[in-house]
């Protein structure tokens, strides 16, 4: 492979935003390959067509049509341009496997489709034909970087190396394979005929903690390993964290990176949120009460303007914490609070907050949908943002909380404890302090972390202060893109 001034990169994800998104994934998968085009890297993403995205896509063109791919039937690729951005788009058509109701891993029920494995092993092999640059194909591209993301993309360096070992002569593409970890939660469970199925055997492969997994393959194959943020990478080489991935992440340690994600500025900012009824800034907060205004009255909330307003935004699962929020809930509304909450997951969390909207319909306010549009209005209104997650690998929540002056509290995990600094008097003051840390995940240490909220915000010189520390951060995209912009080229020269 020779070193090319501009590294040719197939981003590859289960999800962009608008087009799909369930969490920090899809809006990851938008907004770091634009700015890594913006510094000078060629790069095209691909993802599967589910239902609906083909029409948001309308200069998609057909480039490939493959009778049998990989033994999944008839697929086929289209070109074309990811909205908002213009970044050059593949996506991948199999009506029998993508053209579903529901979400990308759920259908309509909120049960996952019991074959994602095969759903994703296919976009799996749609890479390896993209990066083998096919004479038949109407498009030549061929990458240089395959930039796999999570589970759902990491079969492609166990594929690419397998037909580099057992492969006929220059069957392998000439391409090097990253593989970030947004989750090691998610880990795509596979089993040894599975694996056969989709051409790959496992005599040298299964994972020294049992099961195999897409994901451990991933970490065993891919040229390089990368995380989300710096404390993350730490994490999953433990225990606590690594859910039983640590000691095959360990072993890669040498290749492993934690990088910090980023804000799309021109999508959260309030500034010019097209979502928001008034715009703000540090130098101009004024129009953040009108957005707190509109909120409450489109909750049906109490309209007290002085009454805090605490917001969660989430996916609900054990993960983000939010069972802890349920057991604090009766000390947190005694002290007169408003509360909204945001998100759809696990069957008993949207029962609890349901009931808890139910009994307090003053004060909770509880929406068990995904809606863009009300998230961004959620985190422009609100006062506070509750972040209790037991483990985060970096959320983006936080980050767009402090943009939208709103101040997080969190627990002290992952990409959390890496840009959230402890408030008190004297961080405030100097300038450092943006949100509030607990330490420990308790019920009783998240709820102390609120109290220190609530108190300062009665300080309301203190809070103007530890708002405009939170918006004075930049946590765009450039920094990361450049890191990432490094491991190609290493890749490309080794």
């Known amino acids: 492979m020779s070193v090319s001034a501009t590294a040719r990169v197939l981003f590859v994800a289960s999800e962009i935003f608008p087009l799909a998104k369930t969490g920090g994934l899809g809006d990851v998968s ?9 510094l000078g890297a060629d790069v095209r993403l691909l993802m599967p067509a589910y239902r609906g995205v083909l ?4 200069d998609a063109r057909l480039i490939a049509d493959i009778d049998d791919l990989a033994g999944f039937g008839r ?9 908002g951005s213009g970044v050059p788009l593949y996506l991948v058509v199999s009506v029998p496997l993508y053209g579903r109701p529901g979400e990308p891993y759920h259908d309509e029920a909120g049960d996952i489709w019991p074959d994602n494995d095969e759903r994703f092993a296919l976009l799996c092999h749609a890479a390896l034909a993209i990066a083998r640059s096919n004479d038949g194909a109407s498009d030549p591209w061929q990458p240089d970087i395959m930039h796999c993301n999570d589970w759902h993309t990491a079969l492609v360096p166990a594929l690419v190396n397998a037909q580099r070992g057992d492969g006929p002569a220059g069957a392998a593409p000439p391409v090097r394979t990253l593989l970030t970890i947004h989750n090691a939660a998610y880990q795509g469970p596979v089993s040894a005929q599975q694996l056969h ?9 299964s994972s020294a903690q049992g099961d195999t997994s897409f994901l451990a393959l991933g970490i065993q194959h891919a040229n390089r390993l990368t995380t989300v943020s710096p404390t993350y990478a ?55 009460a009108a957005c707190k205004r509109a909120l409450l009255q489109e909750l049906g909330l109490s ?46 969390l949207e029962a609890a907050f349901r009931a808890l909207a139910a009994d307090h319909p003053a004060q909770v306010a509880v929406r068990l949908e995904y809606d863009e549009r009300l998230a961004h209005l959620i985190m422009a209104g609100a006062d506070i943002f509750l972040m209790p997650s037991r483990f985060e690998p970096c959320g983006l929540n936080q980050m767009y909380a402090l943009r939208y002056a709103t101040v997080p509290v969190i627990h002290a995990v992952g990409g959390l404890a890496d840009t959230i600094v402890d408030a008190d008097d004297e961080s405030v003051e100097a300038g450092s302090g943006t949100g509030f840390v607990f330490r420990r995940p308790s019920a009783n240490d998240f709820m ?22 939170g918006q004075a ?19 490309i020269a080794r």
Request: net charge negative.
């Open 473 to 491: 951060q930049d946590f765009g995209w450039e920094k990361a893109a450049r890191q990432y912009l490094g491991i190609y080229r290493e890749l």
């Open 303 to 348: 309209d007290d303007m002085e009454t805090p307003l605490l917001a969660v935004v989430s996916r609900l699962t054990a993960q983000k914490g939010l069972d802890m929020l349920v057991e604090a809930s009766g000390d947190l509304l005694a002290k007169a609070v408003n509360l909204v909450v945001l998100g759809s997951g696990d069957a008993g």
């Open 197 to 205: 199925e989709f051409g790959l055997s496992t005599s040298a492969d």
């Open 55 to 58: 029409r948001q896509v309308p």
């Open 30 to 38: 938008a907004a770091l390959p634009a700015a890594l085009i913006k």
């Open 75 to 83: 697929v086929r690729v289209l070109l074309g341009s990811a909205p």
């Open 448 to 469: 102390s972390a609120i109290a220190r909220a609530l108190l300062m915000r009665e300080n309301t010189p203190a809070w103007r202060r530890l708002q405009s520390n």
């Open 234 to 288: 730490k994490e999953l080489q433990t225990r606590e964290f690594g859910c039983g991935l640590e000691t095959l992440i360990a072993a890669r340690a040498a290749d492993f990176t934690g990088i910090l994600n980023g804000v799309d500025y021109s999508v959260w900012d309030p500034s010019h949120d097209a979502a928001l009824p008034a715009a703000y800034d540090a130098l101009d907060p004024q129009g953040k």
